[in-house]
């Protein structure tokens, strides 16, 4: 149990255009989602918390304009780069939580995307 | 604000050797504490975790960790290193939300030799 699926793994995508990446909770409700991003070769960054119903809460320097995120629904969390240039280009992970699992205190982490853009 | 810091960026051991890996962070109140593995363009997968209690964590994979309040430290450790164990290995100290809103260490590249 606690399958968390991203989809696409990868992408590329040109400069200027947008890129939806999808983050599902395959076997549970995720009340909470929360995307981090990861530069090559560096460690992974929170980038912002998603609650079901409610807008996403952006960590310090994160632009919200160009990261949209929309949690609509219990088991579905999207993350839309928008306007995206090659300096977006990073390694983005999802990872959700349920607060309806009893005792459940861990969130469970996506597989991943792989954004180029060029 | 948290922060965790690896201090070894590479370590390599060989297979069978013993392994410890540092991670020291910076909270102001009780951590919530966990050690991730990642291999090569996946996803994480969490080793084990300390919200309290017991300062000698057990994982999965034969991994165990002790968290040492004294000297700000959650290293990971495990006795004899398999060359499926190559990865890297990111510590976190968790925040809100349960613990849940990670802040990562730099992350420790971890290569076996045979």
């Known amino acids: 149990g606690a399958v968390v699926s991203q989809h696409p793994s990868r992408v590329i995508c040109k400069s200027g255009t947008s890129v939806k990446i999808e983050c599902r909770s395959l076997d549970f409700q995720a009340t909470t989602m929360f995307w981090y991003r990861q530069f090559p070769k560096q460690s992974l960054m929170l980038m912002a918390t998603?609650?079901?119903?409610?807008?996403?809460?952006?960590e310090q320097g994160v632009e919200k304009d160009k990261f949209l995120i929309n949690h609509a629904s219990l088991t579905l969390s999207t993350l839309t780069v928008t306007s995206a240039h090659p300096e977006d280009s990073s390694f983005y992970i999802c990872?959700?939580?349920?607060?309806?699992?009893?005792?459940?205190?861990?969130?469970?982490f996506g597989q991943g995307t792989r954004l180029t853009v060029v | 604000a948290q922060s965790v810091t690896q201090p070894d960026i590479h370590i390599t051991v060989s297979e069978g050797a013993s392994l410890e890996l540092r991670c020291n962070y910076s909270?102001?109140?009780?951590?919530?504490l966990f050690w991730y593995v990642q291999s090569p363009g996946q996803g994480l997968q969490l080793l084990l975790k300390y919200f309290s209690g017991d300062t000698l964590v057990q994982g999965i994979k034969g991994f165990e960790a002790e968290f040492k309040r004294s000297q700000s430290s959650f290293n990971l450790r495990k006795p004899s290193v398999h060359w499926s164990d190559a990865a890297e290995y990111f510590c976190?100290?968790?925040?809100?939300?349960?613990?849940?809103?990670?802040?990562f260490g730099g992350g420790t590249r971890l290569m076996v030799k045979p």
């Open positions: 909270y102001g109140a009780t951590p919530y």
């Open positions: 998603s609650n079901e119903g409610s807008k996403a809460t952006y």
């Open positions: 976190a100290v968790g925040r809100g939300d349960a613990g849940n809103m990670l802040t």
């Open positions: 990872s959700a939580r349920s607060l309806a699992r009893q005792g459940q205190t861990e969130a469970f």
